[in-house]
């Protein structure tokens, strides 16, 4: 991947943690992409459904730590081990990793991504 591909998807991610359904990652002062696992969630599910509130993901990264969290129960069928989601259930996925992040990166000082300057940005 070239380097401005690379910067553009990042910043493609990085939206995902400032306007989507990744911005309890957000880390103060830095640089923070990712992406949500999918998981098909309704708070109005009542049936048996192999995803029903079982599993959730953050894969995300800033310009020198990368890292998943996967929080859940593999087994479908064993409703009590289904986790109690009060939130978008990708939540606590994101709130350990940035804490994971957050540990790792103390004393660092925070950075934001770098752009190529090749890269031309636009706002609609």
């Known amino acids: 991947m070239t ?4 910067s553009v998807m990042t910043q493609l991610l990085q939206d995902v943690t400032q306007y989507g359904t990744g911005t ?3 880390i103060p002062g830095w640089g923070v ?3 949500t696992g999918t998981v098909q969630w309704d708070t109005g599910l009542t049936l048996d459904h192999p995803n029903w509130i079982s599993r959730a993901w953050w894969d995300g990264y800033t310009p020198n730590i990368v890292g998943s969290v996967y929080v859940g ?4 069928h064993d409703r009590k081990y289904h986790l ?3 939130t978008e259930p990708n939540h606590y996925a994101e709130l350990i ?3 994971i ?4 990166a103390k004393g660092e000082t925070p950075m934001p991504f770098s752009r190529p300057s090749t890269v031309i940005s636009t706002v609609y």
């Open 3 to 6: 380097s401005p591909v690379a």
């Open 24 to 26: 309890d990652a957000q």
């Open 33 to 35: 992409a990712g992406k």
């Open 73 to 76: 129960y593999d087994n479908p």
């Open 84 to 86: 109690d989601w009060n």
């Open 97 to 99: 990793w940035r804490d």
């Open 101 to 104: 992040v957050e540990l790792s």
